[in-house]
Each structure stands twice: as structure tokens, then as C-alpha cells.
């Protein structure tokens, strides 16, 4: 696990282990639980998920709206 991996975890846990995401204008995403933006990239994110931690969770149109933790 890389170190970005680990404090996007730490993080996670720290703020309940669910997240909205949210698009900023430049098209890239951000990650909101507790009132704070999460410290981690989108890559991050990707790799959390490749790992089989988190997952992204998508609305009936396909859209993600939120990042959890699975484990």
C-alpha cells in the first residue's frame, strides 16, 4: 500500500467511511465527509478500489455520487 493510499485511508476511517463525491468545474472530483474535503487524488481513490477497500457508488443514471469504504 503507498503512502497516498494509506492517508486517503486514514482519512476515510476518520471521517465514517463514506464520502460524496463531487465534481469540480475543472471535471475533476472531490471528496466530502464531515464537512471537509478529502486529502487524496481520484487515482488514489482508483487505486483503494482496485485493492478491493472502497468502492464507488453510482445513481440510476450512472453517475457517482459516493465513496466508501468496503473493508
Do not use: C
Not at 476511517?13 to 465534481?23: F, I, L, N, Q, Y
Not at 482508483?46 to 457508488?57: D, F, K, Q, W
Amino acid at each position: 500500500m503507498t503512502p497516498a493510499m494509506k492517508t486517503a485511508l486514514a482519512w476515510m476511517r476518520e471521517h465514517g467511511g463514506d464520502a460524496a463525491v463531487a465534481k469540480t468545474r475543472a471535471g475533476g472530483r472531490v471528496y466530502l465527509a464531515q464537512g471537509e474535503s478529502g486529502p487524496f487524488m481520484p487515482t488514489t481513490a482508483n487505486n483503494l478500489i482496485e485493492a478491493g477497500i472502497a468502492e464507488y457508488v453510482r445513481d440510476p443514471k450512472g453517475q457517482i455520487t459516493r465513496f466508501r469504504l468496503i473493508h
